[in-house]
């Protein structure tokens, strides 16, 4: 691959006290492209996810080794962990509104980030709202809370604040699994619009969507990647491995 | 056993024992919950029938007259008030940021697992031990004699656990997933807490202190020899009536007094004045409660 | 969800200003920074956070400074021994020519009435505990929690004063005891006063069982009773002893109402219509008149020393019995 690289992740492991949940797994993540991440539940995803924009501090019993490094730059070494995380915007599984008002939620980060120019604000709001495909809806009531939204519009909203602070890396963990079908559409159009400028992680339990979407898919299984190449060879009659096929096709899993 | 034969569901002698015990068991536990509750509402029927003679506005805002046999309790129940807002106005604040450093900064290791075991302490300290320890350190120590601050001071360490411990339960209430979220968007955590979790909490936080009003309220022992005295002359009325290094009275230390030390009180004032500090504190506290009733029932989430 | 528009692309996209190249996409966000005074203020007021933090540990300490300093002369005096302090019933502190300091009489005071007080408030509190946790429906249930706080709120020397005046006279009428302020008085009254934590915590700690268990419980066709004293006071025995723990914790430290409602006399006592004095009230009651300096002073300062050290190490077990608990 010549393609330049935009995370580089080598050997890291991760244990919550005793128990090891990352293996030592080492990958690259290029500029600027969609890599699916597929694996059972419990095979260290969203721990994965923690690691890369370093709230995994937060857990104090998680143990972290082994080198991630964003833009070069190595997170556990950063001077700035807050602009670093600013430059990884993170969708979790289920969505969470902040009991705070719509605008609110979204100029939040913007805010945290020290800007304060109301023009400046009301611009990334009603960017990010509308690159979630969820300005339509909600641009008459910015006042009202980001908790009496429904389910699939939290979710929408989560995603207008993961944009709101411009990241460079756009992570969705499994953000379909609380919203019904049609707004998962609506948001991997969404996806597909973003992907030209900016990197995407899409971690899945849906082994489709990866296929939909991805330009790459990585097998994680059990703290260890099984396997991770392109599309056309993940999602082939032959991977290189055969439990890649095997869970593709659902054979277990 | 035999699904389909009915005699499954015919009361054997076993059943009617089980349920007869079953009965027995919920009226002997329910007679132990009455047995608290039933003397304390006879206690309180009994003190305000005893103290009616006394109970009108007039007792309330009248000076004591005679040697405190006749007369009012204002000079107490404004010293109560200046010992209550003084002492809040010191340990709010410092409670409820400790509550926070617990609740949001601390880790769990061994050195805030003292501080954990501290609060608790403080908690379970005599209140007699903290009037020793304002005579020692603020009375003479720090050289603020027998004065409000000193009292003041004294109440704020004994009720600094309350709003601890109610600020903490208040800022647990606020589900971990908002300051995550806030979190992965590259927020500190003082903003978190700024943005979230204080808007959130605050009205667990509010009935903490009110809570902690109640509780310095109807403190005795630490006051005793810290600053408030047995009988000070103050302006019928007068709602300014005390200085900051000058001693008062309060409405607690007024019914030890009048109901043990002094002789020949009119019969109905200890009771009134019992009453009258009673219902301050019980009406406090149903604030509290109503507050937190109310918010519940209109949380965001 | 029913105002959503039609499935498929959103009608409003094609309006939609087409999405920036990646040069055009801002990074205003990124380039932005805090003002100084922000970052700044945030420093000093987390530093606050921190120093209130440690704030218990300091209070903790200085209240044992301060009270131990305060006693400390007393013990290096030489006249004074502390062996006649803890075992000596003689306490005599004002006597001309023989001052004697002994606590023992006050030690079995607050013995004696803590005693009493726990064995009428733990059974009525636990039982009162299981049927607002298991028997009760849920109106009545928030009902008797309230009225429980309610009584953890009435202050100590409304307690005394009842102590003194309505049970006072009940004790004189049916036991025909010649003054009504002795153990029996106090230990009832510290006893509705100890029951409102015991009831909490108790119920706490049976709250805390898993629903499961009383599920599995019930799907064996197991009675209520047969639930709380198979499953639930078993499992939620930690919990019960804490409740219990604490109470003491309160009945030893409680100072006005045993002021008021045990009557005064230093003895050990030999019933529990005799009158008695407790640590706490014998404190409360000299302090006042023993001047600043003199032995009087310091050995009450001592019991002071005594009553913080009794109640660190009652509340120190009650802690170390409900974390128990929760690293189960």
Redesign the interface.
């Known amino acids: 691959m010549t393609r330049p690289k935009h995370v580089e992740v080598r050997d890291l492991r991760l244990a919550y006290g005793t128990k090891e949940v990352i293996h030592g797994i080492t990958f690259d993540i290029h500029r600027h492209e969609i890599l699916g991440v597929i694996g059972p539940a419990q095979s260290g995803k969203t721990s994965l996810l923690r690691c890369l924009n370093r709230t995994i501090d937060f857990t104090p019993e998680a143990h972290v080794s082994g080198i991630v490094k964003v833009d070069g730059e190595e997170v556990r070494r950063t001077r700035d962990v807050y602009g670093l995380r600013r430059k990884i915007g993170m969708v979790a599984p289920l969505p969470v509104g902040l009991p705070i008002s719509i605008y609110d939620n979204v100029a939040f980060a913007p805010r945290c980030a020290g800007m304060s120019r109301k023009a400046d604000l009301d611009a990334i709001v009603e960017q990010c709202l509308r690159q979630a495909a969820l300005w339509e809806e909600v641009k008459d009531r910015l006042s009202s809370l980001g908790t009496k939204l429904s389910g699939g519009q939290q979710q929408r909203l989560t995603i207008a604040r993961a944009l709101s602070h411009q990241p460079e890396i756009l992570c969705l963990d499994e953000f379909s699994i609380a919203i019904d079908p049609v707004t998962t559409m609506r948001i991997e159009d969404v996806l597909k619009e973003l992907r030209s400028h900016m990197t995407v992680i899409l971690v899945t339990n849906l082994t489709q969507q990866a296929r939909r979407l991805a330009d790459r898919t990585m097998f994680l299984w059990n703290g260890d990647i099984i396997e991770l190449d392109s599309n056309a060879v993940i999602f082939s009659d032959t991977p290189k491995d055969r439990r890649t096929h095997d869970y593709v096709n659902g054979i277990f899993g | 056993m035999k699904p389909d034969t009915p005699a499954l569901f015919t009361e054997t002698a076993l059943v009617r024992r089980k349920y007869r015990q079953e009965t027995v068991a919920k009226w002997v536990f329910f007679v132990m919950a009455a047995a608290m509750i039933i003397p304390l509402l006879l206690i309180v029927g009994y003190l305000m029938v005893k103290a009616a003679p006394s109970l009108t506005l007039g007792f309330l805002l009248d000076v004591p007259v005679r040697g405190m046999t006749e007369g009012g309790i204002w000079p107490a129940f404004v010293g109560t008030i200046y010992l209550v807002f003084i002492s809040l106005a010191i340990s709010a604040p410092i409670g409820i940021l400790a509550a926070v450093y617990l609740n949001e900064y601390a880790r769990d290791n061994w050195f805030n697992r003292v501080i954990n075991l501290a609060v608790i302490n403080l908690a379970g300290v005599p209140s007699i031990v903290h009037a020793l320890f304002g005579l020692g350190a603020f009375v003479y120590a720090a050289r603020f004699g027998y004065s409000i601050l000193s009292a003041s001071l004294t109440l704020a360490i004994m009720t600094l656990p309350v709003i601890v411990a109610s600020t903490r339960e208040a800022l647990a209430s606020v589900p971990r997933s908002f300051r995550e979220a806030c979190w992965n968007v590259g927020a500190t955590r003082w903003q978190t807490i700024r943005a979230v979790v204080l808007p959130n909490s605050i009205s667990g936080i509010l009935t903490g202190v009110i809570l902690q009003v109640s509780r310095a309220a109807g403190e005795t022992a630490p006051i005793m020899f810290t600053g408030a005295v047995f009988y000070k002359a103050i302006e019928k009325g007068d709602l300014f009536a005390y200085g900051l290094h000058e001693q008062c009275m309060a409405l607690s230390m007024h019914l030890y007094t009048i109901s043990t030390q002094v002789p020949g009180v009119k019969e109905s004032i200890p009771y009134a004045t019992a009453v009258v500090l009673l219902g301050s504190v019980l009406l406090v506290n149903a604030a509290a409660i109503a507050l937190r009733v109310y918010m519940r029932s209109r949380t965001k989430w | 969800?029913s105002?959503?528009?039609k499935?498929?692309?959103?009608p409003?996209?094609p309006q939609?200003p087409s999405?920036?190249?990646?040069e055009a996409?801002?990074?205003?966000?990124?380039s932005?920074?805090?003002?100084a005074w922000?970052v700044w203020g945030?420093r000093a007021?987390?530093g606050?956070?921190?120093?209130?933090?440690?704030?218990?540990?300091i209070?903790?300490l200085?209240?044992f400074f301060?009270?131990f300093?305060?006693a400390a002369p007393v013990l290096v005096g030489g006249e004074f021994s502390l062996t006649e302090f803890l075992f000596s019933p003689e306490w005599y502190p004002t006597s001309e020519e023989n001052k004697r300091y002994g606590v023992l009489a006050m030690l079995a005071g607050t013995f004696s009435v803590t005693a009493l007080a726990m064995v009428l408030a733990v059974?009525?509190?636990l039982?009162?505990a299981?049927?607002?946790s298991?028997?009760?429906g849920s109106k009545l249930k928030e009902t008797?929690k309230?009225?429980i706080?309610?009584?953890a709120?009435?202050?100590?020397?409304?307690w005394?004063?009842?102590g003194?005046?309505?049970m006072s006279k009940l004790i004189v009428t049916y036991t025909g005891a010649p003054v009504g302020v002795n153990i029996l008085n106090g230990g009832l009254i510290l006893a509705?006063m100890s029951?409102p934590i015991i009831?909490s915590i108790g119920e706490d700690s049976l709250k805390a069982v898993p629903d499961s268990y009383r599920e599995a419980g019930v799907a064996l066709g197991a009675?209520?009773?047969?639930l709380?004293r198979r499953v639930l006071l078993p499992a939620a025995k930690n919990g019960l002893l804490a409740a219990v723990l604490?109470g003491v914790?309160r009945g030893?430290?409680?100072?006005?109402a045993v002021?008021?409602a045990t009557g005064h006399a230093v003895q050990i006592p030999h019933g529990i219509l005799d009158s008695v004095r407790t640590l706490?009230a014998n404190?409360?009651a000299e302090?006042?008149e023993a001047p600043?300096g003199s032995d009087h002073y310091r050995v009450?300062?001592l019991t002071?020393v005594l009553?913080?050290s009794l109640?660190?190490v009652?509340?120190?077990g009650?802690?170390l019995v409900v974390r128990g608990i929760r690293k189960k």
Request: include cysteine; charged fraction near 15%; proline fraction near 8%.
């Open positions: 969800m105002a959503r528009p499935p498929g692309p959103a409003a996209r939609e999405p920036p190249a990646p996409y801002s990074f205003a966000v990124r932005a920074r805090r003002p922000s945030e007021l987390e606050a956070i921190y120093l209130c933090g440690i704030s218990a540990i209070f903790v200085s209240i301060f009270v300093k305060e059974p009525f509190g039982g009162a299981i049927y607002i298991e028997f009760c008797l309230i009225v706080e309610l009584l709120a009435i202050p100590s020397v409304v005394g004063f009842v003194l005046t309505v509705l029951v009831v009675t209520k009773w047969q709380v604490l914790g030893v430290g409680e100072t006005m002021l008021m706490t404190i409360a302090l006042g600043a009450l300062f002071g009553l913080f109640t660190f009652v509340n120190l009650a802690d």
